[in-house]
């Protein structure tokens, strides 16, 4: 079946530094990429997406890249905080939200 | 603007008896998930709603999950008999509509331990 895989599955950096998590994807259907942050128990919480026409989007200290071709996406967060700890997921859909695919999850630590 | 309301927030319950989990979209939403997360993994999308039809339930187990979405606004999922591997967070999440504002809103989650 179609899957998403994300890595790395934990990422340790010092404050103000930055962090990358990257997505594959399988279905060549997918044209929606959300990241969500979770935080313990909370729900997931939209951080950024994008669509199959953008090749990268920025908010402030987060941005996105998708690779279509090459059916990657990752999450680029600059200038980290101890707030920024948290698991990140990515995910997959087709428009409309149907069939909606999450990586694994990455548990991010940002050291003060 | 409220967000997705789901209860109730935590649940135990012995292998084989039924359990039935509330979720209350973001007002105006069409659109209603329900998504799956075991212990260290992401959501699993079960079903998908689009007012009060079904549009996916390809991955819902239907031997013993159910899911129905009465008046297109609130929504119930149940689960009969209940297995030790049901034991996770269920998850609901509400969008806008599946033209194009379909960001999807999740609600805090019900956690269920089966024993």
């Known amino acids: 079946g179609e899957n998403v895989e994300q890595h790395p599955s934990t990422l340790s950096v010092q404050e103000g530094d930055s962090a990358v998590i990257k997505c594959t994807y399988s279905?060549?259907?997918?044209?929606?990429f959300p990241w969500y942050k979770q935080e313990l128990g909370k729900g997931p919480q939209l951080i950024i997406d994008?669509?199959?026409?953008?090749g990268e989007k920025k908010d402030q200290r987060i941005a996105v890249t998708l690779n279509k071709t090459a059916k990657h996406f990752s999450l680029h967060i600059t200038e980290t905080q101890p707030e920024d700890s948290a698991v990140y997921f990515c995910a997959a859909s087709h428009t409309g939200g149907f069939k909606t695919i999450f990586g694994a999850g990455t548990r991010l630590f940002v050291k003060a | 603007e409220a967000g997705v309301a789901q209860s109730p927030r935590y649940k135990i319950i012995e292998k084989r008896q039924s359990v039935a989990f509330w979720c209350n979209p973001i007002s105006g939403h069409a659109t209603l998930y329900w998504y799956q997360q075991i212990l260290g993994q992401g959501p699993k999308l079960l079903i998908q709603?689009?007012?009060?039809?079904?549009?996916?339930d390809s991955q819902l187990p239907k031997d013993r999950f159910s899911a129905e979405r009465l008046k297109g606004v609130d929504s119930t999922l149940k689960i009969q008999p209940a297995k030790l591997e049901d034991s996770a967070v269920y998850l609901c999440?509400?969008?806008?509509?599946?033209?194009?504002?379909?960001?999807?809103?999740f609600g805090p989650g019900t956690r269920l331990t089966v024993t």
């Open positions: 279905d060549s259907a997918s044209n929606y």
């Open positions: 999440a509400s969008s806008l509509d599946l033209d194009s504002s379909y960001e999807q809103y």
């Open positions: 709603f689009q007012n009060n039809g079904v549009v996916d």
């Open positions: 994008i669509r199959s026409n953008v």
